[in-house]
């Protein structure tokens, strides 16, 4: 059994920060991609950033410059700094991460998702 349990969702004004947090538990042999991925009301899921075991990150071009996708050392936590908030940045924020269990190989697990509301 594995969980992704994310944090830091909440209001903030346009221009302001939030870092979410997501961290996984569970029965884990590896992790590998671990990421952020958003979906606005009446609009698909979109990818924000993933980040390999190695560190490579790939940012979508709507966040670069603003968002940072980081892993912990323990290497299974992921956090998301945002800064310069957008108001079409209101979304909620779901934390993806590709897992090795004792019985699976390579499967992508969600968390339930934390909603950031950004006011204009």
């Known amino acids: 059994q594995v969980q992704l349990a994310e944090s830091g969702g909440g209001l903030v004004q346009a221009g302001g920060s939030l870092r979410l947090s997501c961290a996984a538990g569970g029965s884990i042999v590896s992790i590998n991609v671990m990421g952020w991925y958003r979906q606005a009301p009446g609009k698909q899921r979109e990818l924000v950033a993933t980040?390999?075991?190695?560190?490579?990150?790939n940012h979508a071009d709507s966040v670069k410059g603003r968002f940072t996708i980081s892993r912990g050392n323990a290497k299974n936590t992921v956090s998301l700094q945002m800064n310069s908030l957008k108001p079409e940045a209101t979304a909620i924020y779901y934390c993806?991460?590709?897992?090795?269990?004792?019985?699976?190989?390579?499967?992508?697990?969600w968390g339930k998702g934390t909603l950031v509301t950004v006011s204009s």
């Open positions: 993806n991460a590709n897992i090795w269990t004792p019985t699976s190989f390579g499967v992508d697990y």
């Open positions: 980040i390999t075991s190695g560190g490579m990150t």
